[in-house]
């Protein structure tokens, strides 16, 4: 059938045509702008086949995507949630600047307030100690209040609560430093000073002290200690270095080299006690490098004083046995009957006769007679 031209066409036909035309496409195309998909295209995804070995085609099972976190931890890394809400451990954590990170050193052996000698821990050879004072006078002099001990592994060897001396009167508790209340010091909660003293001088003879600012300690306990077995962080050179040479303070030692905040408020003896010791522990080493360079002739020569005492000792007990065994045999002697007994002379009254009694010429005596006999040739 031969194909009808336009011009040809009728009124009608034109008319039906133009009412055929496609409608114009809308503007989204020329601007690039995608359109959403409505929730039922989403929901009607095409399923995706995959073929199988004998050529059949079989539906392929959706594997959910691994999320952001599943694959940083497949990687290794953490997200910053997680590490942050993990505590670190103690012996990993390093020095922080952050307040909020620093760790406390309180424990629950504080609940051992004014327990006095601890009955069970050991002392060992290094003793840390602090003490807590208050003010007394018109010069505010310092009085012992509280003095607390701690051996080598930070264990409460010694803590108690101290009278004041009869007739000294508290004018200045420094609750706020000291934690010192007028209620501690009541005869019936605190000790006696000299009760205090004995005890103390006691644990530390013979130990290695260690403490900051040490003599202030030894000064209100009327104590004195050997400097050689004094070791002291604020004067320790490596510790020095922080504070310029000058004397650090406990509490910015303790925050620099354990990451320990104390001393936030009212100061614990035994808290500063095992703070000390923690310190002196890592510096043992440079410690006793430092004592053995200032008093090791002295030490050496200590020692070997002390070994003569030791030998002249046991020689002396060794004379003494031998001295002991020659007379048990003289005494065996006299049982026997073996020795001469000297005859006693009588009168005719039958008394007995007095030996004559002999008397030594002294040596002057005697150049005087020679004296005489020159002077007679003479």
Same mark, same amino acid.
């Given at each position: 059938?031969?194909?009808?031209?336009?011009?040809?066409?009728?009124?009608?036909?034109?008319?039906?045509?133009?009412?055929?035309?496609?409608?114009?496409?809308?503007?989204?195309?020329?601007?690039?702008?995608?359109?959403?998909?409505?929730?039922?295209?989403?929901?009607?995804?095409?399923?995706?086949?995959?073929?199988?070995?004998?050529?059949?085609?079989?539906?392929?099972?959706?594997?959910?995507?691994?999320?952001?976190?599943?694959?940083?931890?497949?990687?290794?890394?953490?997200?910053?949630?997680?590490?942050?809400?993990?505590?670190?451990?103690?012996?990993?954590?390093?020095?922080?600047?952050?307040?909020?990170?620093?760790?406390?050193?309180?424990?629950?052996?504080?609940?051992?307030?004014?327990?006095?000698?601890?009955?069970?821990?050991?002392?060992?050879?290094?003793?840390?100690?602090?003490?807590?004072?208050?003010?007394?006078?018109?010069?505010?002099?310092?009085?012992?209040?509280?003095?607390?001990?701690?051996?080598?592994?930070?264990?409460?060897?010694?803590?108690?609560?101290?009278?004041?001396?009869?007739?000294?009167?508290?004018?200045?508790?420094?609750?706020?430093?000291?934690?010192?209340?007028?209620?501690?010091?009541?005869?019936?909660?605190?000790?006696?000073?000299?009760?205090?003293?004995?005890?103390?001088?006691?644990?530390?003879?013979?130990?290695?002290?260690?403490?900051?600012?040490?003599?202030?300690?030894?000064?209100?306990?009327?104590?004195?200690?050997?400097?050689?077995?004094?070791?002291?962080?604020?004067?320790?050179?490596?510790?020095?270095?922080?504070?310029?040479?000058?004397?650090?303070?406990?509490?910015?030692?303790?925050?620099?080299?354990?990451?320990?905040?104390?001393?936030?408020?009212?100061?614990?003896?035994?808290?500063?006690?095992?703070?000390?010791?923690?310190?002196?522990?890592?510096?043992?080493?440079?410690?006793?490098?430092?004592?053995?360079?200032?008093?090791? &002739?002295?030490?050496?020569?200590?020692? =070997?004083? +002390?070994?003569?005492?030791?030998? /002249? @000792?046991?020689? *002396?007990?060794?004379? %003494?046995?031998?001295?002991?065994?020659?007379?048990?045999?003289?005494?065996?002697?006299?049982?026997?009957?073996?020795?001469?007994?000297?005859?006693?002379?009588?009168?005719?009254?039958?008394?007995?006769? &007095?030996?004559?009694?002999?008397?030594? =010429?002294? +040596?002057?005596?005697?150049?005087? /007679? @020679?004296?005489? *006999?020159?002077?007679? %040739?003479?």
């Amino acid at each position: 059938m031969a194909q009808v031209g336009v011009a040809n066409l009728s009124s009608n036909w034109k008319r039906l045509q133009q009412t055929l035309k496609p409608k114009p496409k809308s503007d989204d195309s020329s601007l690039g702008v995608k359109r959403k998909r409505t929730t039922e295209s989403q929901d009607e995804k095409p399923k995706k086949f995959h073929s199988s070995s004998n050529g059949t085609k079989r539906p392929r099972t959706e594997l959910s995507k691994p999320s952001f976190a599943q694959r940083r931890s497949k990687m290794g890394v953490s997200s910053s949630k997680s590490s942050a809400s993990t505590p670190r451990s103690a012996s990993n954590a390093e020095p922080s600047t952050n307040p909020e990170d620093v760790v406390s050193t309180r424990t629950s052996t504080d609940s051992l307030v004014n327990q006095g000698l601890h009955p069970t821990h050991k002392p060992g050879k290094f003793l840390a100690i602090d003490c807590e004072m208050v003010g007394t006078g018109p010069l505010d002099d310092n009085v012992l209040a509280r003095v607390s001990i701690v051996n080598f592994h930070g264990e409460q060897i010694y803590d108690s609560f101290v009278q004041p001396v009869p007739g000294v009167e508290v004018t200045d508790y420094r609750t706020f430093v000291s934690g010192i209340r007028p209620h501690h010091l009541r005869p019936d909660v605190a000790r006696p000073f000299s009760e205090v003293q004995k005890e103390v001088a006691a644990l530390l003879e013979g130990k290695i002290l260690i403490g900051h600012a040490v003599k202030n300690d030894l000064d209100v306990l009327l104590l004195s200690h050997p400097k050689r077995d004094i070791r002291d962080t604020s004067r320790h050179s490596t510790f020095r270095k922080m504070s310029m040479g000058r004397a650090p303070a406990l509490r910015k030692l303790a925050k620099e080299y354990l990451g320990m905040e104390i001393q936030a408020g009212e100061h614990s003896s035994v808290e500063d006690a095992r703070a000390t010791m923690m310190l002196f522990k890592l510096e043992k080493e440079a410690f006793e490098k430092e004592v053995k360079q200032k008093y090791g &002739a002295a030490i050496r020569r200590e020692e =070997k004083l +002390k070994q003569q005492a030791e030998e /002249k @000792k046991a020689r *002396k007990e060794e004379q %003494r046995l031998a001295k002991q065994n020659a007379e048990g045999s003289d005494s065996d002697e006299d049982e026997d009957g073996s020795d001469n007994e000297s005859e006693e002379e009588l009168d005719d009254e039958g008394n007995v006769i &007095a030996p004559p009694t002999v008397v030594k =010429k002294s +040596k002057k005596s005697k150049k005087n /007679k @020679k004296r005489k *006999k020159r002077t007679k %040739r003479a």
